[in-house]
C-alpha cells in the first residue's frame, strides 16, 4: 500500500498535468438562469430562441406572458443580451407590446452577408385560442410579422405585416419556428414554420424562403400531415433537413424527418427517426461547424414520453446516426435552442424547472469534451488517477 505522502505527490502531479493541460481538464456545463417567472413584471417565460449576432453576441428570446402560463393572452416578446459567451445576461428588454394581444413565436435568422438579424413573429388577438382559430370559431386569425436589427440586436426596427406572402388563404393556425432560421451556404435565408388547414384541422410543418436578404419571402415546401413545430439544418452536401414534431400525439411518438434537395422549395416525404423520442415537443436543431470545413448536426429535446430529460445529441454523419447523447437536465423540462459558440462549444436555451418545465429558462454552456463523455474534472475534487 501506498504511504499518505506517495499518494498526495500522485494528486499534486496528476492537478499539475491537468493546469498545463486545459483540455483535459473538462468541468461540467454552466448552467445560467436567464429568465425565472415571477421575474420582471411577468407570470411565465415561454418559448425559447437564441442566435449569435455577427459579433458573436447572444440574442435570447423568450415569450413574456403576463397573467398565467397560457399560450394566449397578453404575451410581449422578450429579449436579453450576453457579450461574454453566455455567464452573464442583460436587464430584459420588451422588444415586441401588442397590448392585451399576443406578440410571440420568436424565430430569427442571421444574415452573415449584411449583418443583418431578421426576427419572425406571430400574432394574434390575446381572447382567441388556437383551438378557436383552428376552427373558424375565433374573432380574428394569426398574422405574421417581420423586424429587424442592424446593430446586433440593440435596436429593432418596428415589425411589419408578411402574412399575404408567407401564409396561405385556408390556413388557419400558424407559427413561425419557434426558434431559429438559417442562411445556406448559397446564402437563402430559411425559416421554418407550421400551419393548420381550413375545415380540416390538419397540422403541416412548411418553410419560408428569401433570395434577396431578406426583401421578400416566398412558401417552400409543405411537409406531409401530422407534422408541426419544426427546425432546419443544412447538411454536409448541401441539402437540407427538416427536423418536425409529430402532432397530433401517437402510443409512440417520434421526431419526423424530411429532407429537401433544392434549398428547401419541396420536401420529400416525412420519416420518422426511431432513436429521437419525444413527449412530443418542439426540438431543436442546428449545424455545428468544425475546423476543416466539416460540420456535426446537434440536436436536443426532452428525450422521454413526457416533458422531462432535456438531452443534447451529436451526429457526425448528417443525422443518420447519433452517436453522442447526453443529459443536460434530468427533471421537468420542454422547449429549448441550441447555438454554435464555437468548434468545441455549445449553448443551449431551454425550459426547465423542479415541479413543472416552465419555472425558468436557463443558458447551459456545453463543452463538446463533456458532450464526448471526457472525464469531468469538477472544482473542489481531485482527478482519478
Not at 407550421?194 to 418553410?207: D, F, L, M, P, Q
Not at 427517426?273 to 448536426?297: H, K, T
Request: aromatic fraction near 6%; hydrophobic fraction near 35%; charged fraction near 20%.
Amino acid at each position: 500500500m501506498r504511504s499518505l505522502s506517495a499518494i498526495i505527490v500522485v494528486a499534486l502531479s496528476t492537478l499539475v498535468a491537468y493546469a498545463q493541460t486545459p483540455s483535459l481538464a473538462v468541468s461540467e456545463p454552466v448552467q445560467v438562469d436567464v429568465y425565472v417567472a415571477g421575474e420582471g413584471g411577468y407570470h411565465t417565460y415561454r418559448i425559447p430562441s437564441i442566435v449569435a449576432a455577427p459579433d458573436g453576441t447572444l440574442l435570447a428570446f423568450a415569450e413574456g406572458r403576463q397573467a398565467n402560463a397560457s399560450d394566449s393572452g397578453d404575451i410581449d416578446l422578450v429579449m436579453k443580451r450576453s457579450t461574454d459567451g453566455g455567464l452573464t445576461w442583460s436587464a430584459l428588454t420588451v422588444i415586441g407590446d401588442n397590448g392585451p394581444n399576443t406578440f410571440g413565436n420568436p424565430c430569427p435568422v442571421v444574415d452573415a452577408s449584411t449583418g443583418t438579424i431578421w426576427l419572425f413573429t406571430t400574432h394574434n388577438r390575446g381572447v382567441d385560442r388556437e383551438s378557436a382559430i383552428i376552427a373558424g370559431e375565433a374573432g380574428g386569425t394569426r398574422t405574421v410579422w417581420l423586424m429587424r436589427s442592424d446593430d446586433n440586436g440593440v435596436t429593432w426596427s418596428p415589425p411589419v405585416e408578411v402574412t399575404a406572402s408567407t401564409k396561405r388563404s385556408d390556413w388557419t393556425w400558424y407559427a413561425t419556428g419557434p426558434g431559429v432560421g438559417i442562411q445556406t451556404t448559397a446564402g437563402r435565408l430559411v425559416i421554418p414554420a407550421n400551419h393548420a388547414e381550413a375545415h380540416t384541422g390538419i397540422h403541416r410543418s412548411h418553410v419560408i424562403y428569401s433570395d434577396d436578404g431578406g426583401s421578400t419571402w416566398t412558401i417552400g415546401g409543405i411537409a406531409d400531415p401530422g407534422t408541426n413545430e419544426s427546425q432546419i439544418a443544412e447538411l454536409s452536401d448541401g441539402r437540407l433537413m427538416l427536423n418536425m414534431r409529430n402532432h397530433p400525439p401517437k402510443p409512440v411518438n417520434v421526431r419526423q424527418v424530411a429532407i429537401s434537395d433544392d434549398g428547401g422549395r419541396t420536401l420529400s416525404r416525412a420519416e420518422g427517426d426511431a432513436v429521437l423520442i419525444e413527449p412530443p415537443a418542439q426540438a431543436s436543431l442546428v449545424r455545428w461547424p468544425i475546423a476543416g470545413g466539416r460540420a456535426r448536426l446537434a440536436f436536443s429535446n426532452p428525450a422521454a414520453a413526457s416533458r422531462v430529460r432535456m438531452t443534447v445529441r451529436v451526429s457526425d454523419d448528417d443525422g443518420r446516426s447519433w452517436q453522442v447523447s447526453r443529459i443536460v437536465h434530468e427533471g421537468p423540462s420542454a422547449y429549448s435552442s441550441l447555438v454554435a459558440i464555437s468548434d468545441d462549444t455549445l449553448g443551449l436555451l431551454y425550459e426547465r424547472g423542479d415541479r413543472t418545465p416552465y419555472e425558468r429558462i436557463t443558458f447551459a454552456r456545453l463543452a463538446s469534451r463533456w458532450l464526448h463523455g471526457a472525464p469531468v474534472f469538477r472544482p473542489g475534487e481531485l482527478p482519478r488517477t
